[in-house]
């Protein structure tokens, strides 16, 4: 969410700079002069990220926003063509740009160097053609189309977007937002900002330098996206999404003087997979690691591996530490886990008695807790007294916390 909360921002960046230019009417001037090479440096180096995350949905976005752009400067903001064919032109990519975008988010991702990567750029440059087909021909029905006024309204007075391409921009949008609620995932809510930059810049296309800033900002949210996400998937355990062993590593780079170290570890986690299965073993631990995420004190989880968990408490010694990992396990063991019947209905009946099938497990943890000393100095050892620790633990008859007494 914090991320999300970085790219949001950027979707806002140069809103300041809009509002500032309506009292400087030279500024917009001034800047679009120079500001022209912008978008291209960021889709550039958007692809670049693509190419290396093998991010190929994100690539066919950058490439249309990227020949849109030079459309615009080449064709449109310039002169040369028509003014009715500047028109037509517009409205034929205004109109493709959200189809593509929809295009694009639907696919799965396959790779980009590849065959289905191939594919999709081809697609790209056959679209081209036909767009400057369409335009050379003069076939104007579709413009008549594009151009037909569904409602009267002052509202699309002061844009160069015609009401059915605003319509289905919203459209566009709303499934993007919806697929993006229900599926979930990063990348997904990448697009739905960067559709609403797309569209910002495309319904204020009449002022040039707000609309070269916001496709400059969609392509800046896709490749900051790219990076956070590359990242999320190198630090981040896909199941749990608990910071991985990595992100632990680079923690204990960082610790000060006084710590502590919790190692967690799922009672009797082996026989629970072979009596209910891996599915429902990796449910047990999403539940753990809901509940080790939110433990007090200060302490900050990390999957450390299989069925053990890493708690470091930075700054505080084992004491403080078990405090609030006792209240941690007594939460933990009180928690009903229940194992839904494989035939549960997707809809909530309106019966709801318990089948006979359901089974409500409870689950319990070991845990063991060492701090910085002298006979254990750095991370590694401390890690290394917290699993005697909790080796202890299992020892004493689990479902308990054991503080590493050396």
């Known amino acids: ?91 034929l990519l205004s109109f493709l740009f959200p189809l593509n975008l929809l295009f694009y988010y639907l696919l799965n991702e396959r790779g980009l160097l590849n065959l289905y990567g191939i594919k999709r750029i081809g697609l790209l440059v056959v679209e081209s053609l036909f767009v400057a087909w369409l335009v050379s021909s003069n076939w104007f029905l579709l413009f008549n189309f594009l151009n037909y006024e569904i409602v009267k309204t002052t509202l699309t007075e002061q844009t160069a977007m015609q009401q059915p391409v605003i319509i289905l921009w919203l459209a566009v949008f709303l499934v ?17 900002l960067a559709c609403i930059a797309l569209f910002i810049a495309m319904y204020s296309f009449f002022n040039v330098l707000f609309a070269t800033l916001y496709i400059s900002i ?9 990076i956070i996400n590359a990242y999320n998937l190198a630090y981040r355990d896909e199941l749990t999404h608990l910071p991985s062993r990595r992100a632990l590593k680079q923690q204990l780079m960082a610790l000060g003087k006084t710590y502590s170290i919790a190692m967690v570890d799922v009672d009797h986690f082996k026989k629970l997979n072979d009596t209910y299965g891996h599915d429902v073993g990796d449910d047990v631990l999403k539940l753990l690691a809901s509940q080790l995420n939110s433990v007090e004190g ?46 549960r209905p997707r809809k909530r009946p309106e019966i709801t008695s318990q089948p006979a099938e359901t089974k409500i497990l409870n689950i319990t943890v070991s845990i063991g807790v060492a701090e910085k000393q002298d006979e254990h100095d750095n991370p590694q050892e401390v890690i290394k007294s917290a699993d005697n620790a909790l080796y202890k633990a299992k020892q004493k008859g689990r479902n308990q916390v054991v503080i590493c007494d050396s």
């Not at 960021?42 to 949905?57: A, K, Q």
């Not at 968990?309 to 004491?319: I, P, Q």
């Open 298 to 343: 200060g302490g900050k989880a990390f999957r450390y591996g299989g069925e053990e968990f890493t708690v470091v408490f930075s700054g505080n010694d084992a004491e403080h530490a078990a405090e609030h990992l006792e209240e941690l396990r007594t939460r933990i063991a009180s928690t009903q886990f229940v194992i839904r019947h494989k035939k």
């Open 176 to 192: 993007v937002l919806i697929y993006w609620l229900m599926q979930g995932g990063f990348l997904r809510a990448i697009w739905m």
């Open 1 to 91: 969410m914090r991320f999300f909360n970085i790219l949001l921002a950027i979707l806002f960046l140069f809103l300041p700079l809009y509002l500032l230019s309506l009292y400087r009417p030279e500024l917009p001037a001034l800047l679009k002069d120079n500001m022209g090479w912008l978008p291209y440096a960021i889709l550039l180096t958007g692809l670049f990220l693509c190419v290396v995350f093998y991010d190929s949905r994100e690539f066919c976005l950058l490439l249309v926003t990227g020949l849109c752009y030079w459309v615009f400067q080449s064709f449109i903001w310039s002169k040369g063509l028509p003014d009715i064919e500047k028109e037509y032109l517009f409205n």
């Open 218 to 226: 969609a392509g800046l949210i896709i490749s900051v996206g790219i």
